[in-house]
């Protein structure tokens, strides 16, 4: 199976990310971002099957090979878009698209409202809200994120005393995936450490959520977006059931056969979401 040809690290004013390079030098500027705990593997299925295109696949602050937020930091949504921004600002694009998956199609979302000057197209895979809460539940919320921060240097990470003991536990994490997804992120995203291997993503990014957006906040958000946008749902992923959101979507909604992570799962489901992103970059 084809992988990234280029490893790049990307030395931005507050971080350094990692990323993965794919496709001609001179093609259409992407930035992709994967999903909450994957890495820039989530895309080596179908960027190799994205014609055109110059895609920078990111490993997320805290995520893949990417560095860690400092102490005291955290990984709000906005923090995210502010990275990606600055990305962007390095490698001298003006104008760029986004292609992400899960949280990578939230925070697209969210910068391509907020930036519409900057942002020229969206592809989303299963992914374009972050989950809701309602202003009643605020104080609560926040107080039981504050707890679980205190209690977080007392917690240490898991070590699995082999790779394929990491993929299994992966595969059958709280988003399940495929054997070779797995052990694609995996490949990525373990360090060797005493006794064995831990995953290299920050324990924090598993913290609650300090505050969560009101629906009505998210769904301003989506109002703002300029751009030409598609989405595309997994019929066994996490939007589907969301017909009351997906009616609401001013966008180009596509449904495909699979699951959350059908991109990456195996090559027919990757091929199936190529040609609806080819077809979407291929319109003026």
Known sequence: MPNALEEIRLSLPHIELAAHLHGPADGAPVIALHGWLDNANSFARLAPQLHGLR?????????GYSDHRPA?????????????LQV??????????LLGHSLGAIISV?????????????ALIDGVIPPTGDATGAAQRLGEALQA?????????GVYVDMDRAVQARMHGKVP????????LAGRGLAPVPGGYSWRSDSRLTLPSPARLTEEQALAYVDQVRCPTCLIVAEQGILAARQDLLARLPFD??????????HLNDEAGAASVARCINSFFAVP
Do not use: C, T
């Open 177 to 184: 995936v495929s054997r070779e997804a797995a052990e694609l």
């Open 149 to 157: 921060q205190l209690q977080w240097r007392n917690k240490r990470k």
């Open 110 to 122: 969210l910068l391509a409202a907020a930036m519409p000057d900057r942002v020229e197209r969206l």
């Open 55 to 63: 895609i920078v696949a990111l490993d997320l602050a805290g995520h």
């Open 253 to 262: 909604v596509q449904r495909l056969p699979g699951d959350h992570h059908l």
């Open 88 to 97: 962007a600002e390095q490698l001298g694009w003006q104008r760029f698209a």
């Open 72 to 84: 005291g930091a955290g990984y709000a949504l906005w923090d995210y878009a502010h990275d990606v």
